[in-house]
């Protein structure tokens, strides 16, 4: 590879910082190419040493530097830094500079973009505004003032409360803004430029009244009325719930086309990707209002877990990110259904965590090394994260765990803590020795467990053993023994629940800790079948030599939801697994069989709708591909496929019922139609796959009706999925009606993006040149390109490596314009551990294209040479 080797971070180098900053005056001239940024810091030395002060800075042209007024002449630029050699204790640091918000493509620090100015700073970007020490356990007050042209820019927004503004003679203005609590400088945010405003109010539980704003852009206000309805409802859960209330009198969020990720959290003054905060019925779909709410509930939830108690260092990322998760997801779980909500969360669990720890970038939810930091936003942090924190919940219970919260909050209020930290407040709130758990945060991979099981008819004795076992990962090969909380029952043949104890308890905990344990049940009448990982109580693999047979029980039987949708899950797999090889007849045999077992589900009262069409949908190829150590993508492909429509065959006349069963209403994002919106359709799906003979029409007929972007996505994935004609005609009247309107377009961008066409690279090639496409916005990157690495298997993985070689051009492009969404996107080529020979090649061909590129930023770098053997 042809770069300069960029440094690795260590987590054991932590130091404390050598000096501290406890109060900062920012001045910002917005001009698009040469901004004026004026620093002011207080500075104090941090312990008794004569160390430098060495500030963190990048593509900043320095004009001054003062400290105490006086102009300094003693200091040291490199391109990441500027070292001041100083021996006072205390001064104050006047820092001058220039920075160019136009030509900043890398949507961090601060960007001008769409005409609005905004800035990104988490991690390790408000080094791209000013010369400072970036990094999170530097605490302080902001006051900032702000100004700009006041036609252009009448919103000037920063962080906390608005205390001053002017005019200014020049068409210009200027407004003071003063943030009373302590916090990082990677919460710090601007955002200037013309919106519209959506205002609302909320009262606390303890009276205080809350300015809460919304910034859309202009003609959007009335699509910003659900994000403003999620803000209330999570700022009253998080006081019911967790008993944490607000604590500045005015919360806003502004809403931008241009963004990395989801949203930010910056203190008092959220910012978000558009994506996440617009919705009406016509353009959102009833996932994109879930996702609103959601990540609208993240950011809030953050200005307890990670704003007023923050991270110490950046590999401590998980303490505010898993818990916040855990945090988002149990508001969702109480907002909609319990189960799907879990589904969902297992999912990203078993498709995205499991292939990352089986691949080059497996790392524990505590990171111990970094090149860039940006690369550890990750689904291990985030999600794995929230597992591991989930599982502290079931072991200490609810009471337990709210308890260890609050002791949190007591001892760390308003400091930059660890993970151990965290974990100490559990263990001390509820006495319990936490030491072995304290292994999730440094191990990483996903554990398998084995279970095994004996019945003596003789003695009534029904054995079952668990057996952790933990294979090495790429960057970690010796393992130790986790604490995995394993939640079963036992189910007899009759389908009924085994008393477990001595009480009428249905359902047990087991602490697996040692590599083995083994429990024994007495008066057992007949050997019973274990129903394994209720609510997937932990982030493991489980295997237990089920026959289809017993997993149809569990399916049918399990007194727990997720488990019954699981055992489901593991029938399609099996029978999808085990086809390939097969003779016709043997496929035709199996397939059926499968099928057969799931007829009580689909004519079944008993379940609701959500969790119906939950169980009697596919797993996804991802989820397969996880499954498996090496995967025949071709074969695996084609026999979901097989099964896809078998299944759409079988029950073609109850796919037809679920249809037509329910009476259409005015679009409205509750629950009840939500279902029954989902179930229609997956019904409208099998329908299509089953080449229902008027299928055409009923696709017409919804398309055309549809008062919703549910119901039209609707359509045209259906019609996607049954390779019709009629899809080709219905994008481009999708296309003509919405051609103006980025986000809706975006989904039109990924439904092509994802079409299993022969021809589909030049199709994506015409999409680039598209008029509302560009390299330069991630969402739309996003929805063309990444929904072609990550999605289309048969196009990414075409054996002639046509589809990698594509993926690897692009990422060279994207490299220079946005290195954190090129290392993103680059995520399922580096992920080629599992695939035939062959494909590793051709993958390995194309990372090694990637290598050689000049100027390979230190994000791309990373991954890459991780992943080359
Ligand atoms: N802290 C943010 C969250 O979890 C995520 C985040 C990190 C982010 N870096 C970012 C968002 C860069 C946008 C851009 O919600
Ligand atoms: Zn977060």
């Known amino acids: 590879m042809s770069t300069i080797i960029p440094a690795v971070k260590k987590r054991a180098d932590y130091r404390q910082p050598d000096f501290l900053i406890d109060h900062v005056d920012l001045e910002f001239t917005l001009i698009e190419t040469t901004t004026k940024v004026i620093c002011i810091s207080k500075v104090t030395r941090n312990g008794s040493h004569n160390k430098p002060l060495i500030l963190d800075g990048e593509g900043i042209q320095l004009s001054s530097v003062c400290i105490n007024g006086t102009e300094a002449a003693d200091y040291q630029q490199t391109d990441t830094s500027l070292t001041i050699d100083i021996d006072t204790d205390t001064f104050e640091l006047r820092i001058e500079s220039i920075i160019n918000p136009k030509d900043n493509s890398s949507l961090e620090g601060l960007y001008l973009q769409a005409g609005a100015y905004c800035t990104q700073c988490e991690a ?47 068409g210009k203005h200027w407004i003071k803004w003063s943030d009373p609590f302590k916090k990082p400088c990677y919460l710090f945010a601007l955002v200037a430029g013309d919106f519209d405003l959506l205002e609302d109010k909320f009262v606390t539980q303890s009276g205080r009244t809350i300015a809460l704003e919304l910034f859309v852009d202009k003609g959007m206000l009335g699509r910003g009325q659900h994000a403003l309805d999620s803000l209330k409802k999570a700022m009253k859960w998080d006081e019911t719930e967790f008993g944490l209330e607000y604590d500045l009198d005015i919360y806003m969020i502004v809403a931008v086309d241009f963004f990395n990720m989801g949203a930010m959290e910056n203190k008092g003054l959220n910012v978000f990707n558009s994506k996440f905060v617009l919705a009406d019925a016509q353009t959102a779909t009833d996932e994109d209002y879930f996702n609103i709410e959601a990540v609208i509930a993240h950011e809030y939830f953050h200005n307890w877990t990670g704003n007023r108690v923050t991270c110490r260092d950046w590999f401590q990322l998980s303490l505010k990110e898993g818990l916040t998760v855990f945090r988002d997801q149990q508001f969702s779980a109480d907002m909609s259904s319990p189960i799907v909500n879990r589904i969902q969360n297992v999912k990203v669990i078993r498709e995205r965590q499991f292939a990352e720890d089986a691949s080059a970038m497996s ?26 924190i989930r599982m502290l919940f079931t072991l200490l219970s609810k009471t337990g765990f ?15 803590v660890t993970c151990d930290d965290f974990v100490q407040a559990m263990e001390d709130a509820n006495d319990k020795d936490l030491s072995q758990f304290r292994r999730w945060y440094s191990q990483s991979g996903t554990p398998q467990i084995v279970v095994t099981d004996t019945y003596d008819a003789i003695s009534k004795i029904y054995r079952i053993a668990f057996e952790q076992k933990h294979i090495a990962t790429f960057e970690q090969k010796e393992k130790q023994n986790l604490v995995i909380p394993i939640q079963f029952s036992l189910l007899n043949d009759k389908l009924e629940s085994l008393n477990l104890g001595d009480t009428d308890q249905q359902q047990l905990t087991l602490e697996l800790n040692e590599t083995q344990q083994c429990l024994e049940f007495y008066n057992v009448e007949s050997k019973p079948i274990p129903s394994l990982l209720h609510g997937f109580s932990a982030p493991v693999k489980v295997d237990y030599p089920y026959t289809q047979q017993q997993l149809g029980n569990v399916m049918l039987g399990s007194p727990d939801e997720f488990a019954r949708w699981d055992a489901g899950q593991q029938l399609f797999s099996n029978c999808i697994h085990n086809l390939a090889g097969k003779t016709e007849l043997q496929q035709t045999t199996s397939i059926a ?83 029954q919106r989902k179930m229609q359709n997956l019904a409208l799906k099998y329908l299509t796959l089953s080449a229902q003979p008027d299928v055409e029409q009923l696709l017409t007929q919804q398309f055309n009706n549809a008062d919703n972007m549910t119901d039209s996505l609707g359509v045209l994935g259906a019609a996607q999925l049954g390779d019709l004609d009629l899809f080709e005609r219905l994008m481009l009247a999708f296309e003509q009606k919405w051609h103006a309107d980025p986000l809706v377009l975006d ?35 996003r929805a063309l390109i990444g929904t072609f690495c990550f999605f289309n298997v048969a196009g990414f993985h075409n054996i002639d490596g046509t589809g990698y070689k594509f993926v ?62």
């Open 124 to 170: 390790e970007g408000f080094r791209k505004i000013t010369y400072f020490l970036d990094r999170p356990d530097v605490l302080a007050t902001y006051d900032v003032k702000i100004i700009a042209d006041k036609v252009n820019f009448p919103f000037l927004l920063s962080n906390g409360n608005k205390v001053d503004s002017g005019d200014l003679s020049d």
């Open 747 to 781: 989904k039109w961008f990924a439904l092509h993006a994802n079409t299993d066409r022969s021809d589909i690279l030049a199709r994506i090639s015409i999409l680039m040149g598209h008029s509302r496409f560009t390299i330069n916005n991630p969402n739309r990157v």
């Open 808 to 869: 690897a051009d692009y990422l060279i492009k994207l490299n220079e314009v946005n290195p954190q969404i090129a290392a993103r996107i680059i995520t399922p080529l580096i992920q080629w551990q599992k695939v035939d020979k062959t494909r590793q090649q051709l993958m390995q061909l194309q990372l090694m294209r990637i290598g050689d590129t000049k100027g390979l930023s230190k994000d791309l770098f990373e991954k890459i040479s991780k992943s080359l053997p």
């Open 363 to 388: 790392h524990p939810i505590r990171p111990d090394e970094v090149i860039e930091m940006n690369n550890f936003y990750t689904v291990t942090v985030y999600d794995k994260g929230s597992e591991v």
């Open 402 to 416: 709210l308890a260890g919260i609050k002791l949190y909050f007591k001892r760390f209020d308003g400091q930059a």
């Open 593 to 675: 069989e499968t099928i057969a077992m799931f007829e009580p589900i689909i004519e079944s009262k008993d379940i609701s709708l959500a969790l119906k069409a939950e169980i009697l949908t596919l797993p996804s190829f991802e989820t397969l591909f996880q499954q498996l150590d090496t995967v025949n993508i071709d074969a695996l492909n084609q026999s979901r496929k097989q099964l896809f429509k078998a299944l759409a065959q079988t029950f073609q006349a109850n796919w037809l019922s679920h249809y037509s069963a329910f009476e259409k209403q005015p679009y409205a994002y509750q629950s009840q139609q939500v279902e």
